[in-house]
Every structure is written in structure tokens, then in C-alpha cells.
């Protein structure tokens, strides 16, 4: 499987992005996608992921109430809308994909990761 990320992009505190990752291969529908991000200096961290039928979603709490994950399976894309951006949402972000289409917060849990996309947020 491979992950294309893109959709980053600079922009001001208080404004959205939203970002897709595109997957390759006929499996796309049964796996948990993810989004993790990883800040200068600081480690990866979850950002939020879906299981294969959308049914769970899960969100760190510092993103809460801003950003939401969808995906389209017909298309195999996973989308992460963000809104009310802020200044340390500034990072790159990472989507992956776990085989297993059940709950996964943890970076080990993925089979599969994307290049990375950056976002940057103005103070």
C-alpha cells in the first residue's frame, strides 16, 4: 500500500486546511486510516483515526471540536478537515494505514505511511 498526503499548506490562526491521502491498492476498505503529526523537536503524536466502515472515530483531545476525519472508500482517500487552526497545529503530517480495520491510536499499531505534508500556522 502506498500513502500520498497532500493538501498542507501555510495559513493563518483561526483558518482551515484540509488535507487527503490518497492509497493505492484494493484493500483501502478494510483498513484503519490515521493521522499523526510530528512538530520540530517534538515526537510523532496521534492526531485522530477511523476505523474501515467509519463507524469509530477517534480524536486526540487537543484537536477536538476542530478537526474531523471522513474517508471515501470508493475513492480509497481519507480526508482531515481542520478548522480553527492554531499556531502549534504547525507540523507535518503524516497519514497511515493499519491493516486490522479496528481502533489504533498508536503509531506502532500502522502497517503503512505516507511522505508527510506541512502545515503551518501563523500566529
Known amino acids: 500500500v502506498q500513502l500520498q498526503a497532500s493538501g498542507g499548506g501555510l495559513v493563518q490562526a483561526g483558518g482551515s486546511l484540509r488535507l487527503s491521502c490518497a492509497a493505492s491498492g484494493r484493500t483501502f476498505s478494510s483498513y484503519t486510516m490515521g493521522w499523526f503529526r510530528q512538530a520540530p523537536g517534538k515526537e510523532r503524536e496521534f492526531v485522530t483515526a477511523?476505523?474501515?466502515?467509519?463507524?469509530?472515530?477517534y480524536y486526540a483531545d487537543s484537536v477536538k471540536g476542530r478537526f474531523t476525519i471522513s474517508r471515501d472508500n470508493a475513492k480509497s482517500t481519507v480526508y482531515l478537515q481542520m478548522n480553527s487552526l492554531k499556531f502549534e497545529d504547525t507540523a507535518v503530517y503524516y497519514c497511515a494505514a493499519r491493516r486490522s480495520g479496528l481502533r489504533a491510536i498508536s503509531s506502532e499499531q500502522y502497517d503503512y505511511w505516507g511522505q508527510g505534508t506541512q502545515v503551518t500556522v501563523s500566529s
Open positions: 477511523i476505523t474501515w466502515n467509519a463507524v469509530g472515530t
